[in-house]
């Protein structure tokens, strides 16, 4: 079972900035896309950014030109760069793989972001 393991939540003041990063726990191979996903309280789940393998990437139009998708295919490791973040930014952040010739998905347990004064 592959394990996505998320790192870099925090709290924030508004305006600032944080880098989410997640990877596998366990060496892994044929990761297709890759993406972050958030939860706000009380909300569905939505979608934040994704990236595929080759580096096409795709935004939440909230979050255009704030945030920033990465990945590194060595490591099979992603990040996001949350730049000039909002209250509104304020979510659980979850990371989510698609593995294999079927797009096999898996989702990370979670990370808490939360921007306040």
């Known amino acids: 079972q592959v394990q996505l393991v998320e790192s870099g939540g925090g709290l924030v003041q508004p305006g600032g900035s944080l880098r989410l990063s997640c990877a596998p726990s366990?060496?892994?191979?044929?990761?297709?896309?890759m993406g972050w996903y958030r939860q706000a309280p009380g909300k569905q789940r939505e979608l934040v950014a994704t990236?595929?393998?080759?580096?096409?990437?795709n935004y939440a139009d909230s979050v255009k030109g704030r945030f920033t998708i990465s990945r590194d295919n060595a490591k099979n490791t992603v990040y996001l760069q949350m730049n000039t973040l909002k209250p509104e930014d304020t979510a659980v952040y979850y990371c989510?793989?698609?593995?294999?010739?079927?797009?096999?998905?898996?989702w990370g347990q979670g990370t808490q972001v939360t921007v306040s004064s």
């Open positions: 366990t060496a892994i191979f044929n990761i297709n896309d």
């Open positions: 989510h793989a698609k593995r294999g010739a079927f797009d096999i998905g898996y």
């Open positions: 990236i595929t393998r080759g580096g096409s990437t």
